[in-house]
Nanobody, 123 residues
Framework: VQLQASGGGLVQAGDSLRLSCAAS????????MGWFRQVPGKEREFVAA????????TYADSVKGRFTISTDNAKNTVYLRMNSLRPEDTAVYYC?????????????????WGQGTLVTVSS
């Protein structure tokens, strides 16, 4: 599985942004896709995950109610809609794929990673 993340940019606090992650290669409806983020000097942090079929989602408490993860199976793409962005959301965002039927909020649980896209939120 190859992943290509895009959609990052510079926005102001309160603005919205949508990240995309296009997957190519072999994917399965039972597998999970995740979004993580990382700032320099810190561990990669879980943001959200979704089963490819779209039937199961999980969010970090810090983004719950503001971010929405979704899939478009026809386009083999996973999205992360981010609303009400805050300066503390500033990070490099990575998409990842996990080829098991159980969700994971740990970066070590994902087998494939995209290259990352930078989101900067100014105050």
């Amino acid at each position: 599985v190859q992943l290509q993340a895009s959609g990052g940019g510079l926005v102001q606090a309160g603005d919205s942004l949508r990240l995309s992650c296009a997957a190519s290669g072999r994917t399965f409806s039972s597998h999970f896709m995740g979004w993580f983020r990382q700032v320099p000097g810190k561990e990669r942090e879980f943001v959200a995950a979704i089963r490819w079929s779209g039937t199961s989602t999980t969010y970090a408490d810090s983004v719950k109610g503001r971010f929405t993860i979704s899939t478009d199976n026809a386009k083999n793409t996973v999205y992360l809609r981010m609303n009400s962005l805050r300066p503390e959301d500033t990070a490099v965002y990575y998409c990842a794929a996990r080829n098991t039927v159980m969700v994971s909020t740990s970066a070590s649980g994902y087998n494939y990673w995209g290259q990352g896209t930078l989101v900067t939120v100014s105050s």
